[in-house]
């Protein structure tokens, strides 16, 4: 985190360097020996760098996997309206994790979540998978009523 507080720092004094010197260089009427669109150069191609450096350790830093287990208290709220929130929090409380979804999201993610919980419980023999069973539970091509009465044996 200390090595991405200096890279801010150095961006941001680029950036500032270049434009107090673009500043000056408007106040002037000349520059002819160019010492004013030299140090602007310096600055920007500083800037550029450390803009570069920076957003690539942005990047490690939020690609990092968080390990986080579901809040006990509120799991899921509404807080905002058209926004779904999962939230969590890492394992040993210092951090919290939250996950915000439309509800067109939320419904899909609900309904994975769903079929994941009925597969894994039953791997496991729990009791989730009386409740839900996968569907469908037999082939539909055989003796299963579960899409409408089988019309193979009414044919001629």
Not at 10 to 22: D, F, I, K, L
Not at 49 to 61: G, K, N, S, V
Request: charged share 25%.
């Amino acid at each position: 985190m200390e090595d991405l507080i200096t890279l801010v720092h150095a961006y941001a004094t680029a950036r500032a360097g270049a434009e107090r010197h673009r500043a000056l260089l408007e106040c002037l009427v000349d520059d002819n020996d160019g010492f004013f669109m030299t140090k602007i150069a310096e600055y920007e191609l500083a800037s550029t760098t450390y803009h570069a450096q920076l957003m690539t350790a942005y990047d490690e830093l939020t690609r990092t996997n968080v390990r986080a287990i579901a809040d006990e208290r509120l799991p899921v709220c509404t807080w905002q309206k058209g926004v779904v929130e999962a939230r969590g929090v890492l394992p040993d409380a210092t951090r919290s994790v939250r996950i915000r979804y439309t509800p067109g999201q939320a419904i899909a993610a609900g309904a994975a979540l769903i079929a994941c919980a009925a597969l894994a419980d039953r791997d496991t023999d729990g009791t989730l998978t009386p409740l839900l069973p996968p569907f469908p539970i037999n082939d539909l091509g055989l003796d299963s009523t579960a899409a409408g009465p089988s019309t193979k044996d009414t044919e001629s």
